[in-house]
């Protein structure tokens, strides 16, 4: 195998963070602190999902790590053979064969499973980082239940652009108690995070914290009765594979304005194609 | 401390760690289920699943209290050979380990603060066996109900009611493990 510890963390790291889900666990929402440890990659790069990934693995998994939906980005490849070489687990890039799932920013399309955990990479945890610099004061917050600040966040972005216009990060609250925030994934993915049959761990390294949704947790994203929230993606079909229902990326193709939308979610894409679905401009995708 | 102490601990442990953690955090995201756990084997009278916990979970920074029959020179002498975790009082433990009735009184265990929930005990409680029958569960983890048998039900919905404070519950019969955190609603 490798001259690595079992998941490249050493034993006494792993049981510190693994009692810091067990709480998150316990605790749906909060966020637990927990002793970040330095890894072989740059704070932005998903350590605190490599870390909460190297504390849940065994050597049964077969790990999936995604990057804004893409298994082939850097960040994904990298991670991937991260933990093929100090781990020796199997690794795939299709979502129903893989039983943990780190992900930077979405949330695969196909519904998740009860045999499967979704780590979150996470860069900032706290929600109310943005409206209140103090850690200490936004501690304060969480423990007063005092969330209104987030409401006002909200308001003003009605007043200013007639929506709520924060498109990603959306503020959820879990369970009727503490507001999260999700990840930066788009607030298209939001539902799929209430009731979903998967463990759901976030992990955020150099913010050192962990947090955690149990299965079937109810998670609620912030909004109005008159402005409800909305689940929005772009307005088209998948450019290479027809999608209606997927999240999608707009990609420029040429510089005189071309562009095609195609799902941001690769492997759900891939799997599409194979079954016969064409978009719009999968044709000449596929003659390329 | 004689040679006996120095067995029953994990064989290759990385790898045993992992996949006892991996049982014991789906009992903890999935209250009412019941997991199969293996690679430790403690003296009497700790279970084969609690040594397990203990195992996986503990180490010098974390202190360790030893309720009732429990606390015998065996046991002390194990935890402290295979984890090296601190013996203190029930006030100051991060992890209780006895019988359901040896635990009493529980309000001596940490629930932690308004802005630290977790700085609150885990209780490791021997059974003499799980079922999945008995008192219903609802809350986070759960579809619509589980069922589990629990040595009470005023003293969990008391515990549950202070949500997010609280401690949360291991339960440990032979080589099974099942868990109740405190976000856990519980009807008798």
Same mark, same amino acid.
């Given at each position: ?12 790291? !792993? ?7 067990? !709480? ?39 790990? !999936? ?121 788009? !607030? ?10 998967? $463990? ?11 947090? &955690? ?38 990609? $420029? ?21 194979? &079954? ?13 | ?188």
């Amino acid at each position: 195998m490798s001259d690595y510890n079992f998941a490249y963390l050493d034993e006494q790291t !792993k049981r510190m963070i693994r009692r810091a889900i067990l !709480k998150g666990l316990a605790i749906p929402g909060y966020q637990v602190p927990f002793a970040s440890r330095e890894m072989p990659m740059p704070y932005g790069w998903g350590t605190g999902g490599v870390q909460v990934s190297a504390a849940t693995l065994t050597p049964e998994d077969r790990l !999936k790590v995604i990057d804004q939906g893409a298994d082939d980005t850097t960040n994904a490849v990298s991670i991937r053979k991260f933990f093929e070489r100090t781990a020796g687990v199997e690794t795939t890039e299709e979502t129903a064969q893989a039983s943990v799932i780190q992900t930077r920013h979405r949330i695969p399309e196909e519904p998740l499973t009860e045999d499967q955990v979704l780590v979150y990479q996470v860069p900032i945890p706290e929600p109310l980082r943005f409206l209140e610099p103090s850690e200490i004061e936004t501690r304060k917050m969480h423990a007063l239940e005092d969330y209104g600040l987030m409401h006002v966040k909200l308001y003003e972005d009605i007043a200013r652009h007639g929506q709520i216009a924060t498109a990603y990060a959306y503020p959820v609250k879990v369970e009727g108690r503490y507001v999260m925030d999700p990840s930066p994934i788009p !607030k298209f993915d939001n539902p799929k995070m209430s009731g979903m049959a998967a $463990i759901q761990l976030f992990g955020a390294g150099r913010e050192q914290r962990i947090y &955690a949704l149990p299965p079937y947790t109810q998670v609620v994203s912030l909004d109005f009765r008159d402005y409800p929230f909305e689940a929005s993606k772009a307005d088209a079909p998948c450019d290479l594979c027809g999608a209606e229902d997927s999240y999608l990326d707009e990609v $420029i193709v040429d510089d005189a304005g071309g562009r095609m939308f195609v799902c941001s979610d690769t492997d759900y894409c891939r799997a599409r194609r194979a &079954a016969g679905h064409v978009g719009a401009q999968g044709k000449t995708e596929d003659a390329a | 401390m004689d040679a006996a102490v120095l067995k029953g601990g994990f064989r290759d442990a990385p790898v045993d760690a992992a996949r006892a953690f991996r049982a014991a955090m789906q009992a903890m995201a999935r209250p009412g289920t019941i997991h199969d756990v293996a690679g430790a084997e403690p003296p009497a009278p700790l279970s084969q699943a609690a040594g397990v916990l203990i195992l996986t979970l503990c180490d010098p920074e974390t202190a360790v209290h030893l309720a009732g029959a429990h606390d015998c020179a065996e046991v002390r002498d194990w935890i402290t050979f295979h984890a090296g975790a601190p013996l203190v009082g029930a006030e100051d433990c991060d992890f209780a380990l006895g019988t359901w009735e040896a635990l009493h009184p529980l309000d001596r265990f940490r629930i932690g603060t308004a802005q630290y929930p977790d700085r609150s005990a885990t209780l490791i409680v021997e059974r003499w066996e799980l079922k999945a029958e008995g008192a219903t569960l609802t809350g986070p983890g759960i579809r619509e109900t589980a069922r589990m048998s629990l040595p009470e039900v005023a003293a969990f919905r008391a515990n549950a009611a202070r949500f997010p404070l609280g401690w949360d519950a291991y339960f440990c019969a032979g080589n099974r493990l099942a868990a109740l955190p405190r976000s856990t609603q519980v009807e008798g």
